[in-house]
């Protein structure tokens, strides 16, 4: 039986949320691990913009937009009511992050691609969103909606691990101590281990890793 197949790369964030949508909804999916400055040409030819993550189902039907692998793999099945929660606040938060805070970050963790850039600048622009996401986790009850993970939370913590990342003795010392915490949960779950299995790169008629399923 063919199953849907998952171009991706371990580190990206957005291949991060992808990954943890899919492994989440428990289907089967089949993982081609890819190198990015040396992308397949079956990638290429599914999904010509060559980013990461790329879903090809069996049918031939690409998904190649990380926010729409994981609303499709939820639609079919979501056990922790993930989709559960206000889906405009969830938009809200999903598109601070995937704009402004994703500019800071960016800005911040690889100045020398930008021109006439401050870093340090970027980070203090970066920090103010995490201000506010720490302010509302602290009033949610431990995640962004609420007490539980839901989508906002999956779709925002990949990039918030990168931020932290960059500097850890730097994050470590800032006053976010309920983003801080709910950051080290999500890096602690067996879903987020889960997702982050190492894997050789794919090549064509190598055989193809399932996507490991973990609560």
């Keep these: 039986m063919s199953l849907p197949v998952l171009y991706s790369f371990r580190r990206c964030p957005y291949a991060m949320r992808a990954r943890l949508a899919l492994a989440i909804s428990g289907m089967d999916i089949r993982i081609r691990e890819v190198v990015l400055r040396d992308k397949p040409a079956a990638m290429l030819a599914a999904s010509p913009k060559g980013t990461v993550p790329v879903l090809v189902l069996p049918d031939g039907t690409v998904i190649d937009e990380s926010l729409d692998v994981m609303k499709w793999a939820l639609a079919r099945n979501d056990p922790e009511n993930w989709l559960g929660p206000d889906s405009a606040e969830t938009q809200a938060l999903i598109t601070q992050s995937d704009g402004p ?8 963790k690889y100045p020398t691609r930008y021109d006439g850039v401050d870093p340090e600048a970027q980070r203090g622009d970066g920090l103010a969103i995490l201000d506010e ?7 949610s009850g431990g995640q962004l909606l609420g007490p539980q993970r839901t989508l906002a939370d999956m779709a925002l913590f990949p990039f918030v691990r990168q931020f932290a990342a960059t500097d850890r003795e730097w994050f470590a010392a800032q006053p976010l101590p309920a983003l801080q915490e709910w950051l080290a949960s999500h890096l602690a779950s067996p879903l987020f281990k889960s997702i982050m299995t190492k894997h050789a790169q794919w090549q064509p008629g190598a055989k193809e890793p399932l996507l490991a399923v973990a609560s």
Excluded: E, G, M, S
């Design 101 to 108: 805070f994703k500019h800071a970050l960016d800005r911040y």
């Design 133 to 139: 996401w720490n302010a509302r986790i602290a009033a």
